[in-house]
């Protein structure tokens, strides 16, 4: 599988209607550097503003969730902190097993959807 890159991040965000600001760029580029490990906003804004000094809290919140609500990160609540991850696939669906302990992930070549219906069927 190829490592996709800021460039296929890029037009996956213009081909789902959205502009490339700066914000993003910046906030793309950090994940980047992250790929396949889950980050926290506390690392995401540590890095910008050490990188350009001026970025909001809820600048970096709703580009991180639009990010998520059109399929370019995952997301995982643990501890108490929102985690983001930058997906490794952006057209297909994927299923993962995430180590919360080293901030990372493999993707599994199963569908565990399918697993989960005949191990739950009343679910």
Do not use: W
């Amino acid at each position: 599988m190829r490592t996709l890159n800021l460039k296929d991040y890029k037009i996956y965000l213009r081909d789902n209607g959205y502009k490339f600001t700066l914000k993003r760029l910046e906030i793309l580029s950090f994940s980047v550097h992250y790929q396949y490990r889950f980050i926290s906003v506390k690392l995401v804004i540590q890095h910008l503003r050490k990188a350009s000094g001026n970025v909001r809290l809820d600048t970096v919140y709703r580009n991180l969730f639009l990010f998520r609500d059109i399929g370019l990160i995952e997301t995982i609540f643990h501890e108490g902190e929102n985690l983001f991850c930058l997906k490794s696939k952006l057209t297909t669906p994927s299923h993962f097993f995430i180590c919360i302990k080293r901030s990372s992930e493999t993707e599994l070549d199963i569908c565990i959807m399918h697993i989960m219906e005949f191990s739950l069927p009343n679910y």
